[in-house]
């Protein structure tokens, strides 16, 4: 049971029935896809969400599946908490996580859109998935493509972190590594997609994909007690999660699950790649490429595909953004997981340390309250902060040696030497 329309172009509004298609043969829009929400507003109850999976697919009224979802049967409704002492450090009171750093299968919020994208290109026919990806895609791709029995191709930049190839190959995925960036993986994979008869599922299928991070928004707005927060701050690669997010808002509104949407949505970018941040700076509505150069490779894209959406986005609902340096962002890191006990990638650093700067800067009032998004697992990406974390204190396995080396060179405080 489907509530799908089909699709319909994001720019002239032109309609398209339900295929493997992503630009408007008219304009070159970007295709999107097309509810029909008077009839899931029949249906769709707060009690009837709470009853369903501890999944995304909760919300799968809201999703563009017609059958049963085939994977990420497990992946989403992921943590949303307090956090308390974050938000002491940085003087909020309400201030979240929602954390997506321990999404299922494969620790990160592209576990969400892979299940979909995965579900519907099985309904399309597929038998070969692929995608181009900066990192988390890759690793969920291949762990979710490898369940459903499709043969896969996977196709990265060069240069990714160690955490991120490891995955791919594991679960016995092609890994294509490309001497390129991002943007010349993906235009080498819009090619190949002309070619061959395979879902890829962030270019031929993306307008499904992309649908999956809707969830993220959902649940934030669930787990909040159906309200939205009054600022959340959002990772932009391509810009489509942060897109996606403003979208559930609207969604809920529309359908009535919620009174009223009363969220500013804030853009986190690292400074080495802030195209979007650096537009909406400009007040201009054009995004101009750059070339990335940033320890946040996940979100390494330098002509972001939603860039211009995730603008509107953040003008609609009143909110900004801001760019972080790699140093910024290795402190994000290690304040989130010194005050709270969570080990982000970098990613994460890059939303902590851009919340911490919109705090300070006023942009975000401390009076209100602000859901930080956590999208990956600092597991993936430990070069990041390997060189700034310290090392072990080595000792001998002596009480001598210990004493000797901890008591005696460490600036530990004097009150945890109390003997017994
Ligand atoms: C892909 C990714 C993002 C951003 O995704 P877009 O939807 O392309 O903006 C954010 N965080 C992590 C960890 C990612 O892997
Ligand atoms: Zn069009």
Redesign the pocket.
Known sequence: MSYVKGLKCRECHRHYPVQAVYVCEFCFGSLEVDYDYDRIKSVLTREKIQSGPASIWRYRELLPIDGEPIVGLHAGFTPLFKAHNLGKELGLKELYIKD?SVCHPTL???DR?VAVALTKAKELGFRTVACA?????AGSVSAQAALAGFNRFVFIPADLEVGKIVGPLTYGANLVSVEGNYDEVNRLCAEIAATYRWAFV?VNIRPYY?EG?KTYGYEVMEQLGWHTPDNIV???????????IWKAFNEFKKLGLINEVTCKIHAAQAFGCCPVVTALKEKSDIIKPVKPKTIAK??A?GN???GPY?IDAMRESGGTGESVTDEEIIEGIKLLARTEGIF?????G??VATAKKLIEQGAISKKESCVI?????GLKTQEAVNDHIGKPYRIKPTLDSFQKTIRNEAKIKPDIWETR
Do not use: H, Q, Y
């Open positions: 997506d990160s919020f592209k859109v990806s900066t990192g988390n895609l962030n992309a991070s959002v990772p932009v690669a391509s810009g489509s999660l942060l897109v996606k996940s979100l894209i972001p595909a939603d995730a982000t990638e970098t990613a994460g890059v939303t998004c956590i999208t990956g697992n």
